[in-house]
Each structure stands twice: as C-alpha cells, then as structure tokens.
C-alpha cells in the first residue's frame, strides 16, 4: 500500500521530467523570444547611451529601480515561506516549499540585474565588489548601493543553497528512475548521495540551520533595499517606517508570485493530487493578513506626514493622493487592500481561481507601489523650480515586460529538469512511519484520490 | 568493496534485524541503514544523529564576523576620504556589513560541513539499491570480515521479511 | 561663495561663462524640453505678486558643496567626496553612474550625462583643454572651477607666496557683470567672502536641512 503511493508520487512528480509535450516547446520559444528582445534592447541602451530611457533632471531613477525593488520583494516569497514554515513543521508545506524556493533564485537574480541595467556604465560594475586593486581603492561602505551588493550576495547564496541541498535526494532518485545520459547527469548532481541515516540526520541539521539562519538575512535583505530610499534627504523617502514597511511589503508581493506560480503548476503539470485547494487557502489567508499589515504600514507613513505639516513632503503626499499620480495610486490602493480584502475574507471566494485573482492584483498593485515611492519623491523635492514629470519610454517598457517573460522561462525550465515539488519530503508528509492501520491506509488522501 | 545487505519493506523489521546485527557482534558505525527518505520514529535511525553542525555554523558566523570588521576598518583607514562629514570608520554602516558576511559565512561554514560529514561527493563504489528508490529499507555491512559472513546472513534473515543481496567478491 | 540676490539682474552671463569654461555640452532643445539641459550653475527666476505688482526674483543656483553633502556617503566608490580644502569633488573616471547622489542632492545640482556630449563644429575650437571631457554615462556638476583654484594654487607655490583674496575666480563670478558671485577662501576671516557670509542679510539654501552648504544667499528683508 504505502510503496503503492511512494510509486505514484514518484510517477506523478516525474513525469514533467521525462515527458515533454510541444506546448512546453511553444513555451519556451515565446519567453524565449521576449527575453532575447529584453537583451538586445539592453545591449541597445547601452550602445546609444542613457538617454533612450525616460529618465530626466531630478528623476534619475524610474522603471529600473522600480524592478529591482520588485523583484527584490518577489524574492521573499520563497524563501521566508518555506523557512518558517520548516521551523513551525507546519505540515502542509511540504509540496510547497520548493516552488516557493525557486521562486526566490530566480527572482533574486532578475533583481540583482536591474541594479547593473540602470547603471550609467554598466561595465564597471564591479566596482561595487571589495577586490584588492592597484588603485588601492575599495568600495564605499557607507553607501546604501555596496549594502545591497553584500545583502543580495549573501541572500542569493543562501537561497540557492537552501533551495539545492534538499535537492539532492530528488537528484538520486531521478538518477535511479533514469537511463542514459539522464541518468550520469542526475547521478553527478546527486553527489553519490546514498540515503545513509548519517547523511539525512546531516542535510536534516543543515536544512534546520539554513531556515534559521535564511530569516534574517531575508529580512535584512529588503530593509537594505529600503535603505537605498531613506538614506537619502528625499521627501517623503526619508522615513524610518521604511525598513520594516518594505520587507511587509516584500513578503506580500512574494505569497501573491508563490500563489499565481503554484496554480501555474499545478494546473500545466496536473499536479491536482498534491497541491490542494487547502494550500491555496491558507497562503489565501496569509495573502490576506500581509495586505492588511501593508495598509497599517501605508496609512502609519502617510497620516504622519499629513500631520507633519513639513511642506516638501505634504507636496510630494497630495500629488499622489489628489495630484498626477491619484489615477495610479487609487488603482494600487485598490489592488492591494480591496479586492484581496473582499476576495480572501470570504471563504466561498477563497478558491484556487480567487486566490490567484487576488494575487494577480496585488502583483499589479504592489509595482505600482514600488513605482509610486520611488518617482513622485524624485520629481517634487525641496526646490519647486526643480520639480520634474516622469514618462517612461519604450526601452524601459520592453525590459521590464522581458523580466517577466524571463522569470515564466526560468521556471518553466527548472520545472522540466527538477521535480518542482520535493519528492522526499512529501513522502515523509504523506506516510510517515508511525504505526498506521490498513483502516488509515486506505483512508489515504493520495489513495482515495485516483483508486 | 563487498557488502552484504537485504532490504525491507517495513521499518519494524529494519529495527529488528540491525538488532540482530549488533547481538551478533558488529558495531553501530558498521550497519549501514538506506532509505529514500528520513525515517524518524526509530531507535535506528537515532543513532547518527549528534552533529557538530550547530557549532560549525557558528564558528563560520564568527570568521565572517572578523572578516568583515577587518574588511571595512582596513579600507576605510587605507586610503580615508571624507564623505558627507562622516567618521572615516563609519561603525553605523559597517555593522550592515558585519551582519551580512557574518550570515554568509555561518551559511556557508553548515553547506560545507554537511557536505563533509555527509561524505559527499561520493565517488566510487558505494552501497546501494534501485529498490530503494521504491521504498523499500537497505540493512547492509560494507567490508564484512570472512568469518562474520554467516552470523550476518542468519542476523539479516532473522529480521522477517527480506531479500537478501551481495555485492562484489564472495567468500 | 556668497551670491547677492540683491544685486543679480537674471542676466544669466554667469551660465554661459560656466559653460564655456568647463566644456558643458549644449543638449538641443528637444532634450532640454524633456529636462535634461545640464547648467552647472542655473537662474532660478520667480514671480511673486499679481499684476501689476509683479516682482522678478532671481536666485543662481550652483552646487554648494555642503559640509554635511547628502551626495558624498551614498556614492559606491567614492566618486563624489569632500576634498581636504572643503570642495565636494566628483571624479568621472570613478564614476559608475548609478546617480545616487542626484538624487540626493536637495539642490537638484547634479547632471547626468546621457548621451555622449557632442560639440558641433565650430564650438569644439572652444574647448577648454583645462577641463577633462566627459563620457556618456557619468555624473557631473559645479567644482567652482577647481582647475582654476588648482592653477592659481601651482603659481602661489611657485612664486612662493599666499595666495591673495579675489586671486582665484571661477568663471561665473568673473563674469558677473553686478559682481554678485563672490568667491573665496571662508576659513580667512578677512576674505570678502567671510565678511559677506556673516552678514545679517546672508540666509543659507535650504540652510535647515543640515546639508551645511558653502554658499551664502544675501537677500534684503522686504514685507509680504
């Protein structure tokens, strides 16, 4: 019975590796086509010089710091999710957590790019990392900018540890379930793993310390990044509420990417028997308890300066309440607090497709978000003579859409060559070895589900 | 390498037959238990569980500590430039980055020595079963001594249902 | 520096000498219509009344070099810094271009390059060959025409002497047709600029931001 479901999970979750159908060709041939299009508009932007972008005097940072930021914040999906999730052993995370860890790589690493894409002279960009050089010169370390190289470093190091090493007992099984070249490739990824007592106490202990040890590294993560706003003499930027305002922020726009990523999964994988409608739900409920703490944050920041009576940043509150940018800012209030408010709080809305509308929205409303505190500070600061109106130009549009294509790519790819749920893990969730009556057995989830 | 083994399907045979094991004569760190996945309700499998890992990772946390300090103190006093009436060693945003390299390197002092102690990579031969990619529970001796052979086929067969297997040179 | 708004006229010769001495390229109309016209020193011209009572303001804003600069610390790699003589330096070959620093600035002084600056004949005869040309892709702004202060410096020292207040001025201040640009040594109490900074007339721009700028803005106290 149990070695009955032990196959089944392993064929279930297999499958997408050894099946290929042409819609995943099509796939990867549209996202590809987009993301090559993002590069060669990069490469373009750097041949003919900044000034393709829409950036202008006093908004030197727009779309691509509004990326970063956001796919910084994607990236706390993951990897928060599944620590603390491992550390409270919340049960139902097992099918979860590697969607969410990937999550976190690759949008770690699309961010991590948006920092060298809006550089004047992306070539030097490694002047941010402290290498010894015969300038005898280092980088500044009280720059907010070499904090986030240190921060990102850190966290996309530990996320792709965090994410790989549970992999490795996947890896063995895919190599003992393979043939050919399949199999020597898995059987190198696997490091020889062998399934000794030793080795699954060790990676148990290790995964243990990397959850602990991956939380406040996330959380300082998106503080830094939030650091890079309110370090700076900037109105309405230069706020205390930001570090923790921001990682709230982050984890927020991480559960609705985790949510929208999930339903992809599930539905182009079929991966139905495992991902049920209670995960979706309770990442719902969190969805809806992170939108209701992002609109405390919000509403803390915004009726301190309407009470502030400091003219610069009252200035820069009315014109995205009342001013030019009301249109976008009433659209992410909407997105963010509404319609998460009114789908996730009623049960018969918390379905698998209201979840995902929720999370939709609040993608949409949380890059607005990013996107409302970073121009409108820019263009109304201290001297109105300065002040300045931002619009984007269609560089900057087609890299941030290529993004997008290029996170939708990198995943499709990784669900090809990685089972996107943790087979081992889900295996001790579905049986653990406890004393389990064929009564149990056969109420099994798994059982009842396909006969 | 030689190694006799059996598998099982079910975990309270496993239990039995590596007690088996040890009342024949051989030691903990010589029974070697395989599995697809942690099995953690067993006196079995409790035996390797000390680790120096917790340490290790502290130990990396603290070289990370050090590095960093000396990192940003030593440039900062190298070549001293004042920036916006700050110290030149600016303790404010240097704990930022004694706090991130002290997490990199605990994260990255407990990946490397689970890979140690983990003994991975492994190259060579090593014991192993595609069956146990099915489920079922590998007991085995690596190396077993000639004359212990019999006691370990008899102990592994004791432990109920199980099929019994060899790998390499047989006595 | 100190700046008498009472004495500017808005005649705006300063921009043009600052232009011309430091190689700042012109961007043509369609890029300064899009803001991105780079005057290291600007005229910043307000109206105050109604008609007919209209009153012209006139306020020359250059980079300020502040003590306290916002734009120094958030620098990656120390392309914007303070000098020992108390200028904010900015270093193009260090510069990486993440404009941090523009931001930054409350004074909105700092210009970026965003294409390669272009001379169109004959104005590249004009060039300056004491002042380094820029690339695309860097940050620049006022240094108080510290090529000038560096060459008055060389000559004092060869000539073996101090320097004397009013030996050094930066091309907008000698252009100033009203001399309301003055510029100097603050840390000689008996400069002209010292003794004009103290005045009772003398505001700081944006003086409660802590930023300490260098540049004294005098201004006659008038009603309303």
Same mark, same amino acid.
Do not use: I, M, V
């Given at each position: 019975m149990q070695e009955e479901i032990t196959r089944r999970i392993s064929d279930d979750l297999l499958r997408p590796l050894v099946e290929t159908s042409w819609r995943f060709w099509l796939l990867v041939a549209v996202l590809g086509s987009v993301v090559a299009t993002g590069l060669a508009t990069w490469f373009y932007q750097i041949y003919n010089g900044f000034g393709i972008t829409g950036i202008r005097n006093p908004i030197y940072w727009a779309f691509y710091i509004t990326n970063f930021v956001f796919w910084i914040g994607i990236s706390h999906a993951g990897t928060l999710i599944s620590a603390i999730l491992r550390l409270v052993n919340a049960g139902w995370r097992r099918p979860v957590t590697r969607c969410a860890e990937v999550i976190t790589v690759f949008a770690l690493m699309i961010g991590a790019l948006f920092p060298i894409i809006h550089l004047g002279r992306p070539w030097l960009f490694f002047w941010l990392m402290p290498y010894p050089s015969e300038r005898q010169i280092w980088p500044n370390f009280r720059s907010p900018l070499v904090w986030d190289f240190f921060a990102i470093t850190t966290y996309l190091t530990g996320s792709v540890l965090f994410l790989a090493l549970p992999m490795i007992p996947d890896f063995a099984l895919v190599r003992d379930k393979s043939t050919g070249w399949r199999r020597r490739v898995y059987a190198a990824l696997s490091l020889?793993?062998?399934?000794?007592t030793k080795q699954w106490h060790r990676l148990e202990s290790a995964m243990q310390i990397m959850a602990i040890a991956i939380i406040p590294v996330a959380v300082s993560v998106h503080t830094i990044v939030s650091f890079d706003f309110s370090m700076a003499p900037v109105p309405m930027w230069h706020s205390t509420i930001f570090g923790p305002y921001f990682v709230a922020g982050a984890i927020f726009s991480g559960i609705a990417a985790l949510i929208v990523a999930m339903a992809a999964v599930r539905r182009f994988l079929h991966l139905e028997a495992y991902l049920h409608p209670v995960h979706f739900e309770n990442l719902g409920k969190l969805l809806l308890m992170m939108s209701l703490l992002w609109a405390y944050f919000v509403f803390a920041e915004r009726i301190t300066v309407w009470y502030g009576n400091e003219s610069a940043e009252r200035e820069v509150l009315l014109v995205t309440q009342r001013g030019s940018f009301a249109p976008l800012y009433w659209t992410m209030i909407v997105c963010n607090l509404v319609i998460p408010f009114v789908v996730l709080s009623l049960r018969k809305l918390r379905t698998i497709a209201g979840c995902v509308t929720a999370s939709f929205t609040v993608l949409i409303g949380m890059w607005l978000e990013r996107f409302l505190i970073v121009v409108p500070s820019l263009g109304h600061k201290y001297l109105p003579y300065s002040w300045g109106t931002y619009r984007p130009r269609p560089v900057e549009i087609i890299i941030t859409i290529s993004t997008f294509a290029a996170m939708m790519l990198l995943y499709t790819l990784f669900s090809k060559l990685v089972p996107i749920i943790s087979i081992w893990e889900l295996k001790v969730g579905e049986h653990p070895f406890a004393q389990e009556t064929a009564a149990e057995a056969g109420n099994h989830r798994l059982w009842k589900a396909n006969p | 390498m030689t190694a006799i083994y059996a598998l099982y399907s079910d975990p309270d045979h496993v239990q039995r037959a590596v007690d088996n094991l040890r009342a024949a004569g051989l030691h903990d760190r010589d029974i070697v238990v395989i599995s697809s996945e942690p099995i953690?309700?067993?006196?079995?499998?409790?035996?390797?569980?000390?680790?120096w890992l917790f340490y290790a990772a502290g130990f990396g946390g603290v070289v990370g500590l050090v590095f960093a300090t000396w990192l940003t103190t030593m440039t900062q006093k190298a070549w001293p430039i004042v920036t916006g009436n700050m110290a030149i060693v600016a303790w404010w945003p240097n704990m930022i980055i004694m706090f991130e390299l002290t997490m990199l390197g605990a994260i990255l002092a407990t990946v490397i020595t689970m890979l140690v102690a983990a003994n991975l990579p492994k190259r060579g031969p090593k014991l192993y079963d595609p069956e146990v990619a099915d489920g079922k529970i590998l007991v085995g001796i690596e190396n077993p001594p000639s004359t212990s052979v019999q006691s370990i086929e008899r102990a592994l067969l004791s432990g109920g249902v199980a099929r019994l297997k060899k790998i390499g040179a047989r006595p | 520096m100190a700046v008498d708004l009472d004495r500017c006229?808005? !005649?705006g010769a300063c921009v043009t000498a600052c232009h011309a001495e430091n190689n700042i390229p012109t961007v043509g109309a369609d890029q300064a219509a899009r803001g991105r016209a780079m005057h290291w020193i600007r005229v910043e011209r307000y109206f105050e009344g109604e008609f007919p009572d209209v009153r012209v303001k006139f306020r020359p804003v250059m980079c300020?070099? !502040?003590?306290?600069?916002? !734009?120094e610390p958030v620098c990656p790699t120390y392309a914007s810094h303070h000098t020992s003589e108390g200028l904010n330096a900015q270093v193009y070959n260090r510069c990486i271009g993440t404009r941090y620093c523009a931001n930054a600035c409350p004074y909105n002084v700092r210009f970026f390059d965003f294409f390669h600056p272009q001379w169109p004949k004959p104005l590249h005869l004009q060039l300056n060959p004491d002042v380094s040309l820029r690339e695309v892709g860097v940050m620049e702004k006022c240094t108080f025409c510290v090529q000038r202060i560096s060459a008055a410096e060389i000559q004092a020292k060869a000539d073996n002497r101090e320097l004397q207040d009013g030996e050094i001025k930066p091309a907008c201040a000698q252009a100033c047709p009203s001399k309301a640009l003055v510029f100097g040594d603050?840390?000689?109490?008996?400069s002209d600029v010292s003794r004009l900074s103290r005045s009772g007339r003398g505001t700081k721009l944006l003086g409660d931001l802590g930023t300490l700028p260098k540049v004294t803005y005098l201004e006659r106290e008038t009603q309303g």
């Open positions: 020889g793993w062998q399934g000794t | 953690e309700e067993y006196e079995f499998s409790a035996r390797d569980k000390a680790t | 006229t808005g !005649c300020q070099h !502040c003590d306290a600069a916002p !734009c603050l840390n000689d109490p008996d």
